[in-house]
């Protein structure tokens, strides 16, 4: 089989979920790997002190065993991947098992970051979103998802969000092939990408 493997990356909150979804609707044989599942345990973390971990820095993330994950599913082995529990700030007891497909979509905060795993990605996309638009989406996130208080997202996106998003994730745009204003409500880019992952599915 020939696995081909898609980077999707963005600032918290840029729409790179939608962009995802919009892929999955026109394409049945296709693995979604969220990077978020690579964050390194931190139960130390809660809303009192939520920046006593950075979740906004490469080195929050296990590259190494996402590496090995991916590496797998390119080479069409099996792999196992981690699950995270964002409530209790650490990684789950139970893994997933992942069977290689044709396309694979790789979406995380950090996925165009480490050159190994840039290396790996047949076409790499970057969701641009402004700043208002982004925390607004994080802001309603963490609270209706994460049980996380409005202080504590907005001490976290001032203290370390913000921050690492200037830092790490907005400079990787320079290695992005396609960038994507507005996620997946741009139906121009949208209708370029969908071509690119037919042909895929379809060979």
Known sequence: MD?????ITGGSGSGKSTVVRRIEEVSSDCLLIEQDNYYKSAPQVSNDNITAFNFDHP?????DLMLANLYDLKNGRSTLMPQYDFVTHSRKKESVLLEPKKLIIVDGLMVLYDERIRNLLDLKIYVETPADIRFIRRLKRDILERGRTMDSVIKQYTEVVRPGHYNFIEPTKEYADIIIPEGGYNENAMQVLFTFVQSITAS
């Open 3 to 7: 696995v081909k493997l898609i980077g």
């Open 59 to 63: 080195d929050a993330f296990d590259m």
